[in-house]
């Protein structure tokens, strides 16, 4: 089977398992997941989605579930980095999206998709003055390599085919939308701004045209 809409025909992806995994983060927070591993994702890699709150009943009835998909960040993610606001958005997506119901889809796509050592590298000319998206350029690569393709697959096996947004990047919007996933609505992310990571996230506004309400960027 495959999904048509008017610009690409996404693939069918199955469900390959689903199990209950009790979730605690750092400051004490815990929830309990649905978490689903999946088959046939046209990129081969293995991405989890995590049913959090009363997602069944958002599929069924009422409003759409809210979604974010995040992308691995090892360094923002499970080290606490400043440099990015990755965990803290991890963390308020749990709690979000456990309130609300929906998925958290975890997509192994560290780096804007160009890896782990490579966004390593991207750092060490930011410390030279480029900002994110000039490293990634410098170093050969793309702004951003992200593709969303598996998430609308994912999205679709779990029955999600229109869902709440939660992000605050435009283009995830678009991918999504153009791999038949309707977006009823965007709910941005709070602001997670650290004297680190100022810089980072106000090349995401001035760039890529992030909806983040920093105070800096008017």
Not at 34 to 53: S, Y
Not at 145 to 153: G, I, K, P, S, V
Request: hydrophobic share 35%; charged share 20%.
């Amino acid at each position: 089977m495959t999904f048509t809409t008017n610009e690409t025909t996404t693939p069918a992806a199955g469900i390959r398992t689903q199990v209950t995994v009790p979730l605690a983060f750092p400051d004490g927070y815990t929830t309990t997941a649905e978490v689903f591993t999946f088959t046939g994702l046209t990129d081969g890699r293995e991405h989890l989605a995590l049913g959090l709150g009363d997602w069944r009943a958002r599929l069924e009835h009422g409003p759409a579930p809210l979604v974010r998909p995040h992308s691995e960040c090892l360094t923002g993610d499970v080290f606490g980095s400043q440099r990015c606001d990755c965990g803290p958005q991890l963390r308020e997506a749990a709690e979000t999206i456990t309130e609300a119901g929906g998925f958290l889809l975890y997509l192994r796509q560290e780096g804007r998709g160009i890896g782990l050592y490579a966004k390593l590298d991207a750092y060490a000319l930011q410390d030279q003055g480029l900002d994110t998206y000039e490293a990634n350029l410098a170093l050969g690569r793309g702004e951003d390599e992200r593709d969303y393709t598996a998430a609308a697959q994912m999205l679709l096996a779990l029955g999600a085919d229109r869902i709440r947004l939660l992000s605050n990047n435009p283009d995830k919007a678009r991918q999504l939308e153009s791999r038949g996933v309707r977006v009823t609505e965007h709910v941005p992310t709070g602001v997670h701004l650290s004297e680190a990571n100022e810089r980072y996230l106000l090349a995401k506004v001035t760039h890529t045209h992030h909806t983040i309400a920093l105070p800096l960027a008017g």
